[in-house]
């Protein structure tokens, strides 16, 4: 049994904890790890490769991610064994246009089953690269659908279940940028790797031999709380600046630390875009909470010359013993470095996008989900269980709480959800965009519209979990599908109907 089973079972907070003995109470006391003024910031960030495409016979555009093993130096001294798409760890960014048909030559070169599965994207069930689109070692799997959303910045990674943790831990996982034709007349900093910069901010514990570890804290909560923090795969970056406005394209791709960004100097930035795509307007802050899974879109403005680190500084949320599981922590994370002098101007547009507009719609459906105990509902996923199906056409409303003391987040695949409210007020501005993920704090209840559009499929199923990787492993996830007019709740092919 996990350590973290055993305090939840006996219900024990912090006063129990230390009571275990002093050895724990200093455990918890030290457990506060604070990084700044020690990250060296003496690599330059890696900025991901565009994934390379074809124009295949269909007229689609085709890419090629082979799966593989291999070694990356991280840091002086001995090479960590990891897993790549197309290289040795993470994967190239992946670019295409609504409207655009896309294929994907997914070869599998591990020697055991994984899958690829596009977070954020709507497509068919089949393609979507789940639990039930594994590749086998050695096979390839070539899932094809028409990009029919609008621009947003969305990812990839493996999606097995029960070994989503592991693979995406070994370096699974690359960026999936979607293009519009509504994004470009903004004028936004475009020029990708030089005012648009991918940040796959990740945390990594490394063993003594410099291998990846699968460290979870003693009486934590979540999962893996790594103390290292790679960006890109980079360990301590630095950015070189040479734009007055730099666009950060933000995904926490850790297992299950939350991240509170912000600046060494508290300066503000705005909030452009989360998950789904463009905000109406940008939201000036100071502050942006990211949970695993999350991504969000920040414009910030530079002075000539000038140093400023971005960071994660301790969060709120973490339940008794969040320290334990990272809360605590002030961490520094990529330095940018500013040029001389800088190009462009300062001005970030004051009207964006346009609003989720689902508030007014007829509702077909409302569900509840509670998330407890690495479980929804009171139920742990079972892959031959689709739990309902949804009508094709129609706008429901998910009323979703975390009803324990620890952190979860709740991800559904195939859609763009609307926060409408939270605790049965309006949601903070950063909230106020399309989302497919959303950070669930204790007790609060999370009221989310999301629209099924088409696609429709009685026997393959899409999931909803948390994104918290070792409790979606544990089975915090369902499935549903989409029905069409007149169809039934069917099995997932190669599965027999749950009694
Ligand atoms: Cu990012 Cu179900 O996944
Ligand atoms: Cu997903
Ligand atoms: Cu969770």
């Known amino acids: 049994m996990r ?3 055993v305090l939840k079972a006996f219900g024990w907070g912090i006063g129990g904890a230390v009571a275990l003995g002093g050895g724990f109470g200093a455990y918890y006391l030290g457990a506060k790890r604070d990084t700044v003024g020690k990250v060296a910031f003496d690599a ?5 490769a565009l994934a390379r495409s074809q124009r295949g016979a269909s007229g689609a555009r085709v890419f090629t991610l082979g799966i593989q093993p291999g070694e990356t130096r991280f840091k002086a001294g001995r090479a960590t064994r990891t897993w790549g798409v197309n290289g040795t760890y993470l994967g190239p960014t992946i670019r295409a246009r609504r409207g655009e048909p896309v294929e994907f030559v997914v070869h599998n070169g591990l020697d055991e089953e994984t899958s690829l599965h596009w977070h954020g994207m709507h497509l068919p069930a089949v393609m979507d690269g789940g639990p039930h689109q ?5 096979q390839s799997w070539t899932p094809r659908w028409t990009i029919d959303q609008p621009a947003a910045t969305l990812w990839y990674h493996p999606h097995l279940h029960g ?3 592991e693979h995406m831990y070994r370096g699974l996982a690359g960026l999936f940028i979607v293009d519009d034709e509504q994004v470009e007349p903004l004028n936004l900093p475009s020029e990708y790797g030089v005012d648009d ?5 990740q945390d990594r514990a490394f063993d003594g031999d410099q291998q990846f570890a699968q460290r979870e804290p003693l009486a934590g909560s979540l999962g893996v709380i790594g103390d ?3 960006v890109n795969g980079t360990i301590g970056p630095y950015f070189d600046v040479t734009t007055r406005l730099v666009r950060l394209r933000l995904l926490n791709g850790s297992p299950a630390r939350l991240y509170h960004f912000g600046f060494s100097d508290d300066r503000r930035f705005s909030l452009i875009a989360t998950d789904g795509g463009l905000l109406a307007a940008p939201w000036q802050t100071d502050r942006l909470y990211l949970s695993p899974g999350e991504r969000a879109e920040i414009v910030v403005a530079f002075e000539p010359g000038e140093r400023v680190e971005l960071r994660s500084y301790p969060a ?5 013993l969040g320290r334990l599981d990272g809360f605590d922590d002030r961490l520094d994370i990529c330095q940018f470095r500013a040029a001389g002098s800088l190009s462009g101007d300062a001005a970030v547009p004051a009207v964006l996008g346009a609003a989720p507009d689902l508030a007014g719609e007829a509702v077909a459906q409302e569900r509840s989900f509670v998330l407890a105990s690495n479980q929804i509902n009171g139920r742990s996923m079972a892959m031959d269980r689709i739990d309902f199906g949804v009508r094709e056409g129609t706008v429901e409303v998910w009323e979703v709480t975390n009803d324990n003391g620890y952190l979860h987040n709740f991800h559904v695949h195939d859609v763009q959800f609307q926060v409408l409210t939270v605790d049965g007020g309006a949601p903070e501005p950063h909230l106020r965009g399309w989302k497919d993920t959303v950070l669930l704090v204790q007790g609060r209840r999370y009221r989310l519209a999301m629209r099924f559009r088409d696609h429709t499929d009685p026997n393959m199923p899409y999931m909803y979990h948390c994104h918290l990787l070792a409790h979606e492993d544990d089975g915090m996830m369902g499935q549903f599908v989409v029905l069409g007019a007149g169809e039934q709740v069917g099995v997932p092919p190669g599965q027999h109907r749950h009694p």
């Open 44 to 48: 330059a960030l890696s900025i991901p």
């Open 134 to 138: 594994t590749v086998a070692a050695g």
């Open 228 to 230: 290292e923090i790679l």
């Open 316 to 320: 709120a949320h973490g339940g008794v």
């Open 163 to 165: 070994s989503t943790a």
């Open 197 to 201: 910069v991918p940040m796959i901010v």
């Open 3 to 5: 350590r973290r089973t």
